[in-house]
């Protein structure tokens, strides 16, 4: 009887300690620096930044290859981290682990609610083709972009690289999926994940069968651009075709905390940048530096610049009418930001990181003169710990919100908006309402519909109450 007892005890202990172990990781999210959290006519590439396109070479401090080493989860999934890949996933990979909180979807006064898309296993990012109107692809840490097509979430994957994919991290796995603004003639789809033991960011281009629109074929992969990361945090990752048809790349500083080997500065490095480039395969070239890029054909820096300054650009994205840039960069220790710039102030632009963590001071010998002052910015503590940047929206069903730029905060969860004025401070901040829990990104549907994916497994999509 005793012998019972103390197997019922030391079962209710592990059940608390599995539980225990779930709520850290959505604290270490949340808090240590990971995921989007405060720690989340043309010419070739020139021979440093050419050399990113290679997976062997020298130290990655200087920007040159990593060594990607064989990946140690080796060719199974890895089921170590909560809501990780594994049997399940493999038979039904849009049932999350565990049921997902659900949203707050209190009426607020702008006529706007929470319409779920779909359940998934820990989303990152949700995308749709151009010219596909039926069909959006939820891009999962794990490795797999599920495709939701006419309301219904279909079973088989749209593209599955679990196996190639290091997700171990809470900062690492599929970050983005971005389709070419050519997609029904080219049919071509660019994806960014962490792979390898050093989990460097690698950027590839898949090909989507016009016979077969709902699956990508994962044999046509071919390279674009990797980007040797020497932490496991700061990676950055959103891929987006800006309004030139260019993809934009967010790169992180890659850490650690307080940008120790002041990368974002250095324009001789791809860290802490944003950068622009044609993912076209011209040739041997596996992509082409446009002649517009700041830094093309100078000495200066590496032509993939287009803005530099930035610590961990999570989310960004481009105004749809306007062509403006918005950007949430996630912070340090004490502020969140939101930078709003024109495309022409955006081209060649200095953010501050590390000089500066919002509009304070941060790194003073890091400080230069004229950089971008973020059109909003929060302190940690007040209500949240780290910025998911997300839209202006301009979706006619939702004519209150017309022209105001949508955002979250991945811990407070609050949907908030504000009038976004290039180069200016944002106005009328306002909350939504709305609450969702872990937002760690938004989307933008071909008609100008705005998601919300939550890390907790739910898609949502804005409409009108």
């Known amino acids: 009887m005793a012998l019972r007892s103390i ?42 930044a050419a050399a990113t396109t290679d997976d062997q070479g020298a130290e990655p401090e200087a920007a040159q290859p990593g060594n990607e080493a064989p990946d140690p989860q080796g060719s199974e999934p890895d089921n170590a981290e909560a809501g990780g890949a594994g049997p399940e996933a493999a038979e039904s990979p849009a049932t999350p682990l565990a049921e997902a909180p659900a949203a707050k979807q209190a009426q607020a006064s702008n006529g706007v609610r929470l319409e779920l898309v779909g359940k998934f296993r820990s989303p990152l990012h949700v995308a749709q083709p151009p010219g596909e109107d039926g069909l959006l692809v939820v891009a999962e840490k794990q490795g797999r972009m599920i495709a939701v097509r006419d309301g219904k979430v279909l ?25 070419a603004p050519d997609y029904q003639r080219s049919r071509h789809v660019y994806v960014s994940y962490t792979a390898g033991e050093a989990g460097n960011l690698r950027i590839e281009e898949y090909k989507v069968r016009a016979g077969e629109p709902n699956r990508a074929v994962p044999s046509s992969r071919r390279k674009v651009l990797v980007i040797p990361q020497p932490n496991p945090i700061h990676n950055g990752g959103l891929l987006m075709f800006g309004p030139d048809d260019k993809l934009y790349i967010g790169a992180g500083d890659g850490g650690p905390s307080h940008d120790p080997f002041r990368r974002p500065q250095n324009l001789k490095l791809l860290f802490g940048k944003l950068l622009r480039i044609d993912p076209q395969e011209r040739g041997k070239r596996p992509y082409t530096i446009p002649k517009t890029n700041p830094f093309q054909g100078s000495k200066r820096g590496l032509g993939e610049i287009y803005a530099s300054g930035l610590r961990n650009p999570w989310r960004f994205s481009f105004d749809r009418k306007t062509g403006l840039l918005t950007l949430g960069d996630v912070g340090q220790d004490f502020w969140e930001e939101v930078n709003v710039l024109s495309r022409r102030k955006a081209r060649g632009a200095n953010f501050g990181w590390s000089g500066f963590e919002g509009t304070e001071v941060f790194n003073r010998n890091q400080r230069k003169r004229g950089t971008v002052k973020p059109a909003l910015v929060y302190r940690h503590g007040d209500r949240g710990c780290a910025v998911t940047g997300g839209y202006v929206l301009r979706d006619p069903n939702l004519p209150k919100l017309e022209g105001r730029y949508v955002f979250a905060d991945f811990c407070e969860g609050e949907l908030r908006s504000f009038d976004p004025r290039p180069g200016k401070r944002g106005k009328q901040e306002k909350r939504l309402g709305l609450k969702v829990p872990a937002p760690v990104s938004f989307g933008e549907d071909n008609e100008g519909r705005i998601y919300v994916v939550s890390l907790t497994g739910p898609v949502y999509r804005l409409g009108p109450a």
């Open 7 to 48: 197997l019922i005890h030391w079962r209710a202990v592990a059940l608390t300690l599995a539980g225990i172990a779930v709520l850290a990781l959505v604290v270490v999210l949340a808090t240590s620096g990971d995921g989007p959290s405060q720690d989340k006519g043309e010419s070739a590439p020139p021979a440093a």
């Open 155 to 179: 079973k088989r994957p749209f593209l599955d690289i679990h196996k190639r994919a290091r997700h171990l991290g809470t900062e690492q796995g599929l970050l983005s999926v971005a389709f």
